[in-house]
């Protein structure tokens, strides 16, 4: 079993930076091969890729984010992190880590098979 707790969620005004992180852990578990992906979901809108990364370090990025948000990942700590910048009120919504046993930096939803519960990013206006 893989479990995955994400932090660093809160509120802050437009144009601030953010930095989220994503602690990876499990028997058998290992950031070294899986692909970790960053998703969200603002209220009364389906959940959304944001940013994901493969086993081998490629990076993908939603066009809503690219050049503001950056993926990161630590493989000694099993830890990966989200780097926002620029932030806008529309980047306002609960965000998700995943993992994806086949390592690929995939953008969609089923591509994943173990998701985090979530943190609360709210940026006001």
């Known amino acids: 079993q893989v479990q995955l707790v994400e932090s660093g969620g809160r509120l802050v005004q437009a144009g601030a930076s953010l930095r989220l992180s994503c602690a990876a852990s499990g028997r058998y578990f290992s950031t070294y091969t899986y692909g970790m992906g960053w998703f969200r979901q603002a209220p009364g809108k389906e959940r959304e890729f944001v940013a994901a990364?493969?086993?081998?370090?490629?990076?993908r990025y939603a066009d809503s984010v690219k050049g503001r948000f950056t993926i990161s990942r630590d493989n000694p700590k099993n830890t990966v992190a989200l780097q926002m910048n620029s932030l806008e009120p529309e980047d306002t919504a609960v965000y998700y880590c995943?993992?994806?046993?086949?390592?690929?930096?995939?953008?969609?939803?089923?591509?994943?098979?173990?998701w985090g519960q979530g943190t609360q990013v709210t940026v006001s206006s």
């Open positions: 990364i493969s086993w081998s370090g490629s990076t």
């Open positions: 995943a993992a994806a046993l086949r390592g690929l930096a995939t953008a969609t939803i089923g591509g994943y098979e173990y």
